[in-house]
């Protein structure tokens, strides 16, 4: 019903930078909040930050100062600015999004991103 496209990922040096994006698309009313999560290997996935429609955003402490999340809400899209990268950042990057379907529908349904792939290099 929803279909979340990542983009951005890829390979870049320590103290670089790298900008994230995900477009939702399909049965839509609204989308709240949206974020972006990580897995490195061997760990469980983890919350990196998240917005909401309001603009309201929060951070995990790891990346605080360093990553910026913004959010296009008429093109339900969700972005993730990331500098001074660290090697710790290396994971699979996944977004998420809390979507209402309809004006009616009360309850809200998780849709996940494919994940893209963040390599930092020391």
């Known amino acids: 019903q929803v279909q979340l496209v990542e983009s951005g990922g890829g390979l870049v040096q320590a103290g670089g930078s790298l900008k994230l994006s995900c477009a939702a698309s399909?049965?839509?009313?609204?989308?709240?909040?949206m974020g972006w999560f990580r897995q490195a290997p061997g760990k469980q996935r983890e919350l990196v930050a998240a917005?909401?429609?309001?603009?309201?955003?929060h951070y995990a402490d790891s990346v605080k100062g360093r990553f910026t999340i913004s959010r296009d809400n008429a093109k339900n899209t969700v972005y993730l600015q990331m500098n001074s990268l660290k090697p710790e950042d290396t994971a699979v990057y996944f977004c998420?999004?809390?979507?209402?379907?309809?004006?009616?529908?009360?309850?809200?349904?998780?849709?996940w991103g494919q994940g893209t792939q963040v390599t930092v290099s020391s």
């Open positions: 998420n999004a809390d979507v209402r379907h309809t004006i009616v529908e009360r309850i809200l349904s998780r849709y």
């Open positions: 399909g049965s839509i009313f609204s989308i709240n909040p």
């Open positions: 917005i909401t429609s309001g603009g309201s955003t």
